[in-house]
Structure formats: structure tokens, C-alpha cells
């Protein structure tokens, strides 16, 4: 179990050594990591570590809660005050690209906690669809999208986003074909393109039942708000 610090300089050492082990986690994969290598990453002493941390697995774990609640704020951030549903998918989706890009460690560590930490995967998956499940069925209520299972469809657009973001984002140049010296830990370089968003939203208005608003957007990538009732 990790300690909570109890002051600022020890909240501030804590997240020195978690943003550490972000990077050493992404670099070197859980196995090959470890916490003489956290600890100079971080620049602090290994005893440190543990006023903090119990083990290695106990600070993987703590990240992959840290990266989760991070991409979940940044989703949510970035999908506030849209029109509509569709429009809060696109600025979620793309908020969710923007943070794949400035850390690519969450694709390795969250892959990685399959085998190391499968309740801590679980607990990742989890929390972003049940943010998922209650907007959707906000959005069939208020007619905004078709009769749809919210749960089966949440878990569908969160593999979009997941595969889109591995293709374009890690992979890279979008004409490379997989594994042509992509470079895992790249940060901050890589974007969706416009078409590819432009593709991704339009299959997904026709599978939230609304393929006029996916087909109408605008030159912004934004769609008129539909009537209460409107279907």
C-alpha cells in the first residue's frame, strides 16, 4: 500500500517519483524496471522511495490509478460545453489523442497490467466506461442519440479510441505500416488526422443512431444541436 505524505514538499516528492516511473515504466517495461532506476530518474535517495511506495508493483499500480484519473479529466475537460453528444465523442476523443501523445507510457503500462496487475487493468477499463455509460443514456433520454444499450456502446467507442489513438497517434505517420521504426516513447508529435477523425465520427453517428449529425458537421468539426425529441 502506498503512504499518503502528509505535507506539500512530500506530495511533491511523490509525484517526482511517479512521473519518474512513467517514464521508466515506458522505456524499460515493468520487468526490465526498477526502483534504483526510479529513484535516479526522480533524483531521490531509494529509501525515499519507500516512505512512499512499498514495492515496485505498488508504484506501477499507484500509476496506472494516476494515468487513469489524468486521461479521464483531460476526456472530460476537453468534451465540456459541447452541443451535443456526437460533439462531446469528437472533443472527447480528441482530448484523449492529445494526452496518448504527450504520454505514450499509458498504452504500455496499461498493456502491461494485464499480466502484472489485472485488477489494477480492470479498475483502468472500468472507471472510463462508467463515466461513458451515464452520458449515453443522458444523451438516448434526451433523444440526442438512438435507442442503444449505453453499456455495450460504451465499451465499443472506448476500443475505437483506443485503436485509433495505437494506429495514428503511436504508430505514427499514417502511410507507415506498423512497426516501421515507430518509436514508442515519443511525446507530444504525433496527431490524428482531420480525415481520419472526420471517418471515425461518422461510423460513429451511424452507430449511435445518428448518422445526419456524424455526415453534417462543419468545416469546424462541430454539428448543429438537434431539437429535444428529435430522432
Known amino acids: 500500500m502506498s503512504a499518503k505524505p502528509r505535507t506539500a514538499r512530500g506530495e511533491q516528492t511523490r509525484r517526482k517519483l511517479l ?23 526522480a533524483g531521490v535517495g531509494q529509501g525515499t522511495f519507500y516512505l512512499y511506495f512499498a514495492t515496485k508493483l505498488d508504484i506501477f499500480d499507484e500509476l496506472v490509478e494516476d494515468l487513469n ?6 476526456m472530460s475537460e476537453g468534451a465540456r460545453g459541447a452541443a451535443n453528444r456526437l460533439d462531446a465523442e469528437r472533443a472527447g476523443f480528441e482530448a484523449f489523442f492529445r494526452f496518448t501523445a504527450e504520454h505514450p507510457a499509458l498504452y504500455r503500462v496499461v498493456r502491461e497490467a494485464e499480466l502484472v ?34 453499456t455495450v456502446a460504451a465499451w465499443a ?54 448518422p445526419e449529425l456524424a455526415a453534417g458537421r462543419t468545416a469546424t468539426g462541430r454539428a448543429d444541436a438537434p431539437e429535444k425529441g428529435e430522432s
Open 19 to 41: 512521473v519518474a516511473a512513467e517514464r521508466v515504466f515506458s522505456e524499460h517495461g515493468y520487468h526490465e524496471a526498477s526502483v534504483s532506476r526510479i529513484t535516479d530518474r
Open 157 to 210: 467507442l472506448m476500443g475505437i479510441g483506443e485503436m485509433i489513438g495505437m494506429r495514428w497517434v503511436l504508430w505514427g505517420d499514417p502511410d507507415a505500416e506498423p512497426g516501421d521504426d515507430a518509436d514508442p516513447t515519443a511525446s507530444g508529435t504525433r496527431e490524428v488526422p482531420q480525415h481520419v477523425l472526420d471517418e471515425m465520427m461518422r461510423f460513429i453517428g451511424g452507430a449511435l443512431g445518428r
Open 69 to 74: 484519473q489524468r486521461v479521464r479529466q483531460a
Open 117 to 150: 496487475s489485472p485488477d489494477a487493468l480492470r479498475l483502468h477499463y472500468t472507471r472510463i466506461v462508467e463515466g461513458y455509460i451515464d452520458g449515453l443514456r443522458d444523451a438516448a433520454a434526451d433523444g440526442e442519440i438512438g435507442d442503444i444499450d449505453p
